[in-house]
């Protein structure tokens, strides 16, 4: 920076190419063309909706003002050299802020399990889809715990399909809209038999694999069949700090997946981990079952093999795994890009059991999340009556 600032609020420093502004004591940092491309001046502006009308790609590179003020209530005002004018409220300028600082305050938390993580979260069915505090809470234990159980949910026909209208939206996939999970000697997936069922991402054979999915015990009355869950995130944070050149392996190895029935297809090849533009997990997939295979290059494939043994080993250890006995009536959800869902074995023989499951998308779910919580609107950066 060019120029010292002192810490009295509203205190500014014009540069080259940005401007430096005192909020809350520190320094702020917004360079011009970001400034002048997010005005909300009339005519940068719909008026109904507060999209952009100002095309971005016509800000000319040189763009800079030619005076620039701090008003402490209006915030700061800048006359453009392209001739026009608009002021940045001191909320808006805090809201946008894009330092190291106030980026990081605005990342997802994230709560990794433990081997003391015990059950999913537990909320009752009249409390989610009646209240808008039980909803919130559910949907804040979904964002950042990966999973949570709604107890209480009708045992009836197409109600899991019901609930997710109450918080999104299905996401329709191949073979089903509403899948049925129960004994079924000619079903086209393992689930469809009673044997154990390892923890799993459904659908790896998407390009995007869905990313929640519900599974509502309509009825489960036969021995066995517990529910196993698994963080993956936090397997895969267990990898990457005991063996990065593992965790760098499943970042980059494709690999392909597969689900078929008799008249549908699911075909997909990607990297078991992908990650965020700031390097973190943001989609694992996880499937024994579906893997088809490998066609890496030759030297990839025993460093395949080595990562993936290594990362079995942490999913299949039980440190990041929740066991819950379900009764009917249960709804399960998971962060399908995050959580693995299994079960153990069961007597088909000993009682009914019927499962349930749609997937939604996560997207869907923290929007939902942001709307009722009255985040979603953008702020405007001065008062539209000016406009
Ligand atoms: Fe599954």
Redesign the pocket.
């Known amino acids: 920076m060019s120029q010292t600032l002192d810490t009295t609020d509203g205190a500014l420093a014009l540069d080259e190419r940005h401007l430096s502004v005192v909020l809350d004591g520190q320094p702020r940092h917004f360079h011009y063309v970001w400034l002048r491309d997010n005005s909300w001046a009339a005519d940068d502006r719909v008026r109904q909706s507060g999209e952009r009308k100002l095309f971005t790609g016509s800000i000319p590179a040189d763009i800079a003002p030619t005076t620039a003020a701090w008003d402490p209530d209006r915030g700061l005002q800048v006359q453009w050299n392209d001739g026009r004018a608009a002021t940045y409220s001191p909320d808006w300028l805090r809201r946008y802020d894009y330092s190291p600082a106030a980026r990081a305050a605005r990342r997802r938390p994230v709560s990794l399990w433990s081997a003391t993580a015990g059950e999913p979260p537990w909320f009752a069915h009249a409390d989610v889809v009646g209240s808008t505090d039980g909803q919130l809470a559910y949907l804040d234990a979904v964002r950042e715990h990966g999973a949570a159980v709604v107890s209480g949910v009708p045992s009836e026909d197409h109600e899991v399909e019901r609930f997710a209208e109450h918080i999104g939206h299905v996401r329709e996939v191949a073979f089903e809209r509403v899948h049925n999970v129960r004994h079924d000697p000619a079903g086209y997936?393992v689930?469809h038999t009673p044997g154990e069922?390892k923890p799993?991402?459904?659908l790896p054979s998407y390009d995007w694999p869905p990313s929640v999915?519900l599974l509502h015990f309509l009825t489960h009355r036969a021995t066995g069949g517990e529910s196993t869950l698994v963080d993956g995130w936090a397997a895969l944070a267990e990898l990457r700090r005991d063996a990065p050149e593992h965790f760098d392996t499943l970042v980059r190895v494709p690999v392909p997946y597969q689900l078929f029935s008799d008249d549908e297809d699911t075909w997909a090849e990607n990297p078991m981990v992908q990650l965020d533009t700031g390097g973190e997990v943001r989609l694992f997939r996880f499937s024994n079952q579906l893997a088809q295979p490998l066609a890496a290059p030759f030297e990839d494939v025993e460093a395949f093999y080595d990562a993936y043994r290594h990362l079995a080993r942490i999913i299949d250890s039980g440190r990041y795994r929740a066991t819950f006995g379900a009764e009917d009536g249960d709804l399960l959800t998971v962060h399908s890009h995050r959580v693995l869902?299994?079960r153990l074995p069961y007597d088909p023989t000993s009682g009914a059991r019927h499962l349930q499951?749609v997937y939604m998308e996560f997207d869907d779910l923290m929007a939902r999340r942001r709307v009722l919580r009255g985040e979603h609107r953008p702020l405007a950066a001065q008062p539209q009556e000016d406009a």
């Open positions: 997936n689930a069922l799993h991402t459904d999915q869902h299994g499951d």
